[in-house]
């Protein structure tokens, strides 16, 4: 009776751990797509008709919030045109094990994570190399699946907002069969650096390259993988070394700029015009940057509707 007891208990144990264990690995491993190479991409690889331009916006592992926000907005708004894939990039937590069961639920919900684990969320990351290794990854993914890939990547910071639509109408579509592009704001590497020699950079809140830019950024920077530099100068630098020619077309202050959140409040644009940096530059802005605080991105994203500036003609 005893032993028949014993056995009985012993059945339960082992099928209790059995369960445990099905239930640990499958939290561990969850059945929806891997972050490690995130395969966000099938429009890359696949034959059917697929957007020409894709969005990265650059993330860290924790921002949810802000990702929210920014696919509620402009990501939302202008969604519709076709026009224009999106993707956020991020980099290993420190706690990785404490947030990647929500990393991974939150890329389960909406598939647009891309996980750059071999490199560690911090903000000289995120202002240096980041931006080149997912590229690099980017390429890695194009050779290894092969497939057309977009006409235009782009790369955004999370604290600005983007009218894709007038950037797409305005400046993409016009260039279409354009190569060795890049449109941004323009830096000079001398005024950046006081070296003598001199050659332009793009600005880092917003830029957007040809396809062929992003392979020829892969390969220089695994040729000479530069460490330490901003991001901006960082690019400016590989080409300049690397003796590539390219052709920088210029956002200028009309367009992007950077917004005053001690002065800004969003409301009665025109006629009160807060400071938001170049006052004349929202009537035609595509690129408000420097959004901080969640509030002041709300009240930017406020301004803009699917056509753009929401007062673009009233407050010419």
């Not at 938001?276 to 406020?302: F, I, Q, W």
Request: proline share 5%; charged share 25%.
């Amino acid at each position: 009776m005893v032993q028949a007891l014993n056995r009985k208990y012993i059945l339960y144990f082992v099928l209790g751990t059995a369960i445990a264990l099905f239930l640990i690995l499958a939290f561990i491993h969850p059945g929806h797509p891997s972050l490690q190479f995130q395969d966000k991409f099938p429009s890359l690889f696949k034959e059917t008709a697929k957007a020409p331009w894709l969005i990265a916006t650059m993330s860290a592992a924790w921002s949810q919030q802000r990702r929210n926000i920014i696919r509620a907005t402009w990501q939302h708004t202008y969604r519709s045109s076709g026009h224009f894939d999106t993707v956020f990039v991020i980099a290993k937590a420190k706690d990785h094990d404490l947030w990647e069961p929500l990393i991974r639920q939150e890329n389960a919900t909406w598939g647009d994570l891309v996980l750059l684990d071999h490199i560690e969320e911090d903000r000289d990351i995120a202002n240096t190399i980041k931006p080149i290794e997912f590229y690099k990854h980017l390429v890695h993914k194009h050779e290894a699946e092969g497939g057309e890939p977009w006409k235009f990547v782009s790369k955004v910071d999370d604290d600005s907002y983007l009218d894709a639509t007038t950037f797409y109408n305005e400046f993409l579509l016009p260039r279409v069969d354009c190569n060795d592009t890049i449109i941004a704001r323009y830096l000079s590497w001398a005024a950046m650096t006081g070296d003598k020699v001199d050659y332009p950079c793009p600005g880092g809140q917003f830029y957007t390259m040809s396809w062929d830019i992003v392979e020829t950024l892969a390969r220089l920077h695994t040729e000479n993988p530069i460490q330490g530099l901003m991001e901006d100068g960082m690019l400016g630098k590989l080409l300049y070394e690397g003796k590539h020619p390219w052709e920088l077309v210029r956002l200028n202050d009309s367009r992007a700029f950077d917004i005053n959140e001690d002065t800004f409040h969003g409301q009665g644009m025109p006629p009160e015009k807060p400071d938001l940096g170049p006052v004349e530059a929202m009537t035609m802005a595509v690129n408000p940057h420097k959004m901080k605080k969640d509030e002041s991105y709300l009240k930017v994203a406020a301004l803009f509707d699917e056509h753009g500036f929401k007062n673009k003609i009233s407050s010419g």
